[in-house]
């Protein structure tokens, strides 16, 4: 079972950029994604990356984040830049395997393995 460990989260202020980090402690995936979910809300979906470095975001997310990968290291990151406060939220990494690339997206029915999340506030 793979087990993944999210880091990087904290407290900034607007257009601020924050990177996020999970570290996962099996190389049996080959999708990954990050997710978010602010109090209230529905979890919804970040971004995804393909073991091939194929990434898909979500439209309402397209442009400030980014997602990437080590794959010698198993550690997905999310880049955050020119964060708002509407961004706040306890962001989660996911891992899963698919067998077509195509279907790996950051919607969440996707994937098995979560971590247990960090938390991004952002004050305006």
């Known amino acids: 079972q793979v087990q993944l460990v999210e880091s990087g989260g904290g407290s900034v202020q607007a257009g601020d950029s924050l990177r996020l980090s999970c570290a996962a402690s099996l190389d049996t995936y080959n999708c990954m994604a990050w997710f978010r979910q602010a109090p209230g809300k529905e979890r919804e979906g970040v971004a995804s990356i393909h073991k091939d470095d194929t990434t898909n975001y979500a439209d309402s997310m397209k442009g400030r984040f980014t997602v990437s990968q080590d794959n010698a290291s198993n550690t997905l990151y999310l880049q955050m830049n020119s964060l708002k406060p509407e961004d706040t939220a306890r962001y989660y990494c996911?891992?899963?395997?698919?067998?077509?690339?195509?279907?790996?997206?950051?919607?969440?029915?996707?994937?098995?393995?979560w971590g247990q999340g960090t938390q991004v506030t952002v004050s305006s």
């Open positions: 996911a891992a899963g395997r698919v067998p077509y690339k195509w279907m790996c997206t950051p919607q969440i029915n996707v994937y098995p393995y």
